[in-house]
Every structure is written in C-alpha cells, then in structure tokens.
C-alpha cells in the first residue's frame, strides 16, 4: 500500500531520473510511470518505477527506474501458452545495476534486503554499467538492485505479462495498492 | 561500392552522432556501426548507419543514424515462414525523421531523392520528434529520411532478417560492397 502522495513522489522522482539520464519522454509519458512495491510497503527497500514506452502482443520496451539501492525482487517470466516465457534484456542507461542470476556466489557490491534471506536466492552478482547488457532466458529467476546512485536501464523483451511473473517472496503482489487520501 | 575510407569515416561519423544523442555505446559497438550504401553508391543521398545493439531469434534493437537529408529508401518486412513478418516501431532520440508510409499524399517537408520518383511510391509523411514513436506492422511499405541536422532513432523489433526485406527499387542491393584500397 502506497499513499496516493508517495506515489506521485516516486512517480515524479523517477521521471526526473529518466530525463536526466538523457532519455527523452514526453509530458504524457513521464505521467504513465507505473510505482511499484510488490505489495510491500516499503517502496525505497523493495520496488522498481517502470515507463512502458510500448507493448504490443509480440515485443516491449520498458524504462526501469530504480532509486539508491532499491531492490527490484526476484523473479521470473513463465511459459504462458504457446510462448515459451518473457526474454528480457536489460540495458544500462546510468548507475551500477547489480544483477543476480543463476550461478556460484559472487556477492560483493550488493546485499539481500535485510529478513528476506530466503526469497532472495540468487547470489550470483553482475555489476552491469551503462551501455552494459544481459538477456533473461525465460525462467530464469533473476533480481536487480541499484547502486549507491540509483539507475535508469531498459529492458527489450518479448511480449510482457507482467501479472503472470512468478515471484520468489509470497507476499509480493503485482499491483500496487494506492491509498487515495 | 563504397571505398574502405568512405566506410570508416561513415562509421565514425555516425558513432559519435549516437553518442552525441545520449546513448552510451562501447568502443566495440562503435566499430559495429554497419554503413548501409543498398548498393547504390551515394551514400549520402541514399543510406543509413545501422548499429545492432542486440538481435535474438525473437527480437532485435537497432540505433539507426542517418546524416542530414540522408534517406533511408523505401521498403517493408514480408513474412518469412510462420512468422507474419517483422513488426518494427520508431523512437525518435533526435533530429526529425520523415516518415513516408501509407496513406493520402501529405509530403511537406521531405524530398523524394532525385530521379527515384518511381521507387518512392508512399507519399503519406508524418514528421517525428524526439520522444516521438510509430509502429510499422509486417508488411506495411516505409521509408524515412532525416531533417537538416540529420537523426539519430531505436529500432525497437521482433527477429530480424534484413536481407529478406523487400525494396521497391530493384536496383537496391541490401548488402554493403566495400572497395579496400
């Protein structure tokens, strides 16, 4: 649950950041950047602001915006149908994006937000810089967390269902949760 | 033809009119810029510069570069087995970018380039600014050519398969003959 002015903040916060990474949006855009605490409530610790730039059924291209070490958490993109689940590359735009994916522990730079031991279980770390790139193969769990000055980064992918990702925590709801005031 | 030179100053011209634009890039992506002459061996009039930033069997992101005046001759993706062809969306990052697809004769700003009136046939032209986007469905005929400070654009598409496309002059080879010294 985020209060209606949180996520306007945030809102705003991100669109700054996104603009200021050289990335040009428009007014309408910069209003359409969807606040996201998984249902949480603690949107600097665990969250992500996301600018949908398109998505049509077969690609989409997305803005992440993520605040001084906030944590997008773990996840995947299951297979849905006849498609074999979301290919995700993401691309960094500005700031250090730490990345975990599968593979041996190489935890230096980030750290599991604190009593969520168990639903981050992914500790192999990639730093990606800007203009730096990994691509997500479909189930692969994954979770990001910005450096200690935020990032802007893009993620390329195949058609997007966000609703339908699997998530490791299973607190975490997909839609945030606004409390009008 | 175009010679070794011509191409390398082609590539780097078009590298740092990327950078200039905001987008980081690698040295190892700069010297990935592929200069595009279609064979017809005026590049300036007739060509684009063309970087692959990331292309999968499912979806491709291209940064195309164009120089002032600079167009990109008229084309479109057919299908290629099962798959309906390659769906493609525009992003302007910046300069404008004459757009020519289908529809009414609305030409007020671009030129078709001289003497190739028969190979230009879409005459419907929609002026893109940066932060500005279209979607070009499979099939559908376009061609683009760039305002008086030239363009920088995303690419943003499903598989890629350039040397399939179709281009309305029969003239147009899609691959670059480069003449070494």
Redesign the interface.
């Known amino acids: 649950m985020l209060t209606r002015a949180d996520y306007t903040a945030a809102q705003n916060r991100a669109a700054a950041m996104i603009r200021e990474?050289?990335?040009?949006?428009?007014d309408e855009?910069s209003q359409k950047v969807e606040v996201a605490d998984f249902g949480l409530g603690r949107l600097e610790v665990e969250g992500a602001q996301i600018l949908t730039?398109?998505a049509?059924d077969?690609?989409a291209?997305k803005i992440v915006a993520l605040f001084p070490r906030q944590t997008l958490p773990e996840h995947w993109h299951p297979p849905v149908g006849d498609d074999p689940g979301k290919?995700e590359?993401i691309?960094v735009?500005t700031g250090d994006v730490r990345t975990c994916v599968p593979g041996d522990e190489t935890m230096r730079e980030g750290f599991v937000p604190a009593g969520q031991e168990e639903v981050y279980t992914m500790r192999h770390e990639l730093i990606l810089k800007?203009?730096?790139?990994i691509?997500l193969q479909p189930g692969m769990k994954h979770w990001f967390q910005a450096g200690e000055n935020g990032a802007v980064m893009y993620s390329?992918?195949?058609v997007t269902r966000d609703i339908l990702d699997g998530f490791t925590d299973p607190n975490i709801k997909r839609v945030t949760e606004i409390q009008e005031a």
């Open positions: 990474s050289g990335i040009c949006i428009s855009e730039l398109l049509t077969r690609i291209v290919e590359t691309r735009v800007p203009g730096e790139q691509t390329f992918s195949t």
